[in-house]
C-alpha cells in the first residue's frame, strides 16, 4: 500500500501544470531555433552585401593611391554613379563626386560569416542602416522629428517598388585622408516577399503552437483526470477503491477541523460469500457487492467513506460521539444489508477499530499529524476473526485485549526464527497406557515453548500463529528430529522403548517428497521407524486427498504408522476412513465431555470402537480423566488411553522414570 500511494503521489505532482510548463518551454526552444536560423539567414544576406560593397569600395581607395595628385583617379571615378566623398582626418571634404549625405564618425561593423571589419556611416537623409556595437542596427534618422517628415522619407525609399536602405563605406587612402563610397540595400519585391513569408511564417508558427498548447493543457488535464477515476476505481462495484479511501481519509482525518471529531474504521466481511457465488455464479455475486457497496455509502454522511478492500470485505470510515451510538448506527447498516436478498440470509461479521483523538504533552486537543488507516483496519479484521466461526452476523470491537493478542502475535513471529535456532522449543511426552494390564504402551510428543524472555508457554499459545503463518513446517521438521534423538538415546541406555507419536501439519502434505524427508531425519538419528508414529488432523483430510493417500502409503511403506488424530471432531471421519490405510484411531476428548447423555455417547464411542477393530486399526482414547471412563473404555475394548487420569504431558527427564530397562539376556 505504502508503495502504491508514494506511487500515486509522484505521479500526481507531474500534473498538467508541470505538462504546461514542459511544453512551454518546448515550445520556446523552438521559437528560439526557428529565430536563429532566420537571424542567421539575414546575416548571411548582409554580410554578403558588405563584402562585395567593401570590396568595390577598396578598389576604389585603390585607384585613388595609385594615381596620385594628378587627378587622373578623380577624373576616372567621376564617370562612376556611386556618390563618394574624401574627406581629411579632421573630417573636413576635399572632395566630392555626388550628393555629400554621408554622416560622420564611421564604426567598425564586423561580418557575421568570417573575422572581417567594414567602417559604416549612415546615410543622413535616410539612414535606417546605423552601426551599433559592433553591427548594424535599423533605426529612423534623428532629424525625422513628425510624422510628415516620415511619411516624406517613406515615399523617397518606395519607388519602382524597390525599397533602398543607403549606407556608407569608409575606408583609409595612402595620405592619411579617407574614401567614403556610399552603398545601397535595395530589397525588391522578391526580398520582400520573402520577408513577409518570414514575418508570417513565424506568426503561423507561433499560433500553431499556442492552439497545441491548448490541446495539450486540455488534453493532459482531461486524461489525468481518466487516470485518475481509473486508479481510484474498484474493478467490481465500479466504486471507490480501497486506495482511494486510503488517501482521502487519512487527509480528512488530519484536518484541524475534524481534531476533536471521533472516527472509527468499520471492517465489514460478508459470510459465505463463496458460498453464494457457488449456488449462484460469481456474476451474481458482484452484482451483490455493488448493491452492499451502495446501502452502505447511502448510510453515509459527509466526509465518510466506504470502499471495498479484498474479497467480500468493506472498510467504512464514520464518525460517532458514543461508542454506543456507532454500534445502533452499524447495527441498523448491517440490518439494511442483511434485507437486500429476501432468499437468503445475508450475515456480516464486523470489526471496528476506533481511531483515537490526537493530544499534546499536556493533554491539549491537537489535530492528528499520521494516522496509520492499514494498521487501523488490521485491527478491526482481527476483532472480527475472533467470531469467525459463527455464521450469524456481530459486531466486536478491537480493544485492550485484542491489541495485547496482536502485540503477542507479533512477538512470537519476530522470535520464532531464534527460538528454534536456540532450541528453546522442548518435547515434552504425554504416555498412553493399556487400560486393561495399565501397562505403558506409548506415549505423544507435545511441544511447549520455554522463552527465557517471555517465559514458559503451552502448544495454544504460539502453534495456531505457527499454523497461520506457515511456520509450523519447521516445527515439525524440529518435533520428529528430537524424538527420534531421544528414541535413539534411550536405546542405547538400555530403555525398552515404544512407540512415540508425532503430530503431522497438514500443511506439510502438499509436499510430495514428506515421506523421504521423514525417514531421513530419522535415520540420521539412527532410530528404528517403528518407534516413530506419525499423526494426521482429521482436518488434512479436507485437502488433497489423493495426495495424503500417497503419503501415507509412502510412510507405511517406510515402516512409520500412521494414525488419525482427534478422531469425530470433523464431519467426514467415516469416509476418511473408506479410503486411508491408517493404523491407528485416536478417539477426540470432546466423546468424554460435556453433559451429552451418557448412553448416547457410550453407544458413539462403543461403535467407533467396533468400526477401527474392524478395519485393522488399534484406537486410543483422549482426555480421559476419570475411572469410570477407563472401566468403560476397557470394557469396550480400547487398545489406550491418554489424559491426565494416567499422566499428564511431562519432561523427557520424567517420562524417563516411567520407561523400563529392557531385561538383561
Known amino acids: 500500500m505504502n508503495k502504491k500511494k508514494k506511487g500515486f503521489s509522484k505521479a500526481n505532482k507531474t500534473n498538467a501544470w508541470t505538462i504546461l510548463v514542459l511544453i512551454i518551454v518546448f515550445i520556446m526552444a523552438l521559437q528560439a531555433i526557428f529565430m536563429v536560423i532566420v537571424d542567421s539567414f539575414l546575416r548571411y544576406v548582409v554580410d554578403a552585401k558588405l563584402r562585395s560593397e567593401g570590396e568595390n569600395i577598396r578598389y576604389m581607395a585603390w585607384l585613388v593611391d595609385s594615381a596620385g595628385d594628378d587627378g587622373s ?147 493532459g488535464i482531461l486524461r489525468q483526470q481518466l487516470l485518475t477515476k481509473v486508479f481510484f476505481m474498484d474493478d467490481i462495484t465500479n466504486a471507490r477503491n480501497w486506495m482511494w479511501l486510503h488517501i482521502n481519509g487519512t487527509k480528512v482525518l488530519c484536518r484541524r477541523k475534524y481534531a476533536k471529531t471521533r472516527f472509527a474504521l468499520v471492517g465489514m466481511a460478508f459470510v459465505n460469500y463463496h458460498n453464494f457465488c457457488l449456488c449462484h455464479s460469481v456474476a451474481e455475486g458482484e452484482e451483490l457487492l455493488r448493491e452492499i457497496d451502495h446501502r452502505i455509502r447511502r448510510a453515509l454522511n459527509k466526509d465518510e467513506f466506504c470502499a471495498r478492500h479484498v474479497g467480500a470485505e468493506f472498510a467504512v470510515l464514520v464518525q460517532y460521539v458514543e461508542r454506543d451510538d456507532l454500534k445502533n448506527r452499524i447495527t441498523e447498516i448491517l440490518e439494511d444489508l442483511e434485507s437486500i436478498d429476501n432468499t437468503h440470509k445475508l450475515s456480516f461479521h464486523v470489526g471496528v477499530a476506533l481511531i483515537p483523538i490526537a493530544t499534546d504533552n499536556n493533554g491539549k486537543i491537537v489535530r492528528r499529524r499520521e494516522v496509520d488507516l492499514d494498521a487501523n483496519y488490521n485491527y478491526a479484521r482481527a476483532a472480527s476473526a475472533t467470531i469467525k466461526d459463527s455464521d450469524a452476523s456481530g459486531i466486536v470491537f478491537f480493544d485492550e485485549a485484542l491489541m495485547e493478542e496482536q502485540k503477542w502475535i507479533d512477538t512470537v513471529q519476530e522470535n520464532q526464527k531464534a527460538a528454534l535456532a536456540n532450541e528453546e522449543f522442548e518435547v515434552y511426552y504425554q504416555p498412553k497406557y493399556d487400560p486393561k494390564t495399565d501397562e505403558l504402551r506409548g506415549a505423544e510428543a507435545l511441544i511447549r515453548w520455554n522463552s527465557p524472555k517471555y517465559g514458559f508457554k503451552g502448544p495454544g499459545a504460539f502453534i495456531p500463529i505457527f499454523e497461520s503463518n506457515g511456520f509450523i513446517k519447521e516445527i515439525d521438521h524440529y518435533m520428529v528430529s528430537h524424538v527420534a534423538r531421544d528414541q535413539r538415546a534411550w536405546l542405547d541406555q538400555g530403555y525398552k522403548c515404544i512407540p512415540v507419536s508425532v503430530n503431522i501439519s497438514r500443511a506439510h502434505f502438499i509436499e510430495t517428497d514428506l515421506a523421504e524427508q521423514i525417514s531421513k531425519m530419522v535415520d540420521e538419528a539412527g532410530t528404528p521407524h517403528e518407534l516413530i508414529e506419525l499423526e494426521v488432523t482429521e482436518s488434512a483430510f479436507f485437502d488433497d486427498k489423493q495426495a495424503m493417500i500417497e503419503t501415507i502409503k509412502k510412510l507405511k511403506d517406510n515402516g512409520f504408522e500412521v494414525s488419525m488424530d482427534d478422531f469425530g471432531s ?62 468403560f473404555l476397557a470394557g469396550q475394548g480400547c487398545d489406550m488411553i491418554q489424559g491426565y487420569f494416567y499422566a499428564k504431558p511431562m519432561p523427557k527427564t520424567d517420562f524417563e522414570k516411567r520407561m523400563k530397562k529392557t531385561e538383561e539376556p
Not at 574627406?87 to 564604426?107: I, K, M, Y
Not at 476412513?577 to 477426540?588: E, F, H, N
Not at 460435556?594 to 458413539?604: D, F, L, P, S, T
Open 73 to 219: 583617379a578623380v577624373a576616372l571615378l567621376g564617370g562612376s554613379e556611386r556618390d563618394w566623398v574624401i574627406r581629411d582626418a579632421n573630417g573636413e571634404t576635399l572632395h566630392v563626386e555626388g550628393r555629400d549625405t554621408c554622416g560622420s564618425d564611421p564604426q567598425a561593423v564586423r561580418l557575421f560569416t568570417s573575422q572581417e571589419t567594414v567602417d559604416i556611416c549612415p546615410d543622413k537623409e535616410q539612414g535606417f542602416i546605423y552601426p551599433r556595437k559592433g553591427s548594424l542596427s535599423f533605426r529612423l534618422p534623428d532629424d525625422i522629428s513628425d510624422e510628415s517628415d516620415l511619411k516624406t522619407l517613406l515615399g523617397k525609399i518606395d519607388q519602382g517598388g524597390k525599397v533602398r536602405f543607403p549606407f556608407w563605406i569608409a575606408t583609409p587612402l595612402k595620405d592619411g585622408t579617407t574614401l567614403y563610397g556610399k552603398s545601397v540595400f535595395v530589397f525588391d519585391r522578391f526580398h520582400l516577399a520573402y520577408s513577409l513569408g518570414m514575418l508570417v511564417a513565424f506568426v503561423a508558427l507561433v499560433l500553431f503552437q499556442l492552439i497545441l498548447l491548448v490541446i495539450l493543457f486540455i488534453s
Open 570 to 631: 470433523g464431519y467426514s471421519s467415516l469416509n476418511s476412513l473408506k479410503d486411508m490405510p491408517l493404523d491407528v484411531l485416536k478417539l477426540d476428548a470432546e466423546f468424554f465431555r460435556g453433559e451429552a447423555e451418557a448412553e448416547r455417547k457410550n453407544i458413539v464411542v462403543s461403535e467407533a470402537i467396533r468400526l477401527a477393530k474392524n478395519l485393522n486399526m488399534r484406537t486410543v482414547a483422549e482426555g480421559v480423566e476419570d475411572k469410570d471412563q477407563v472401566d
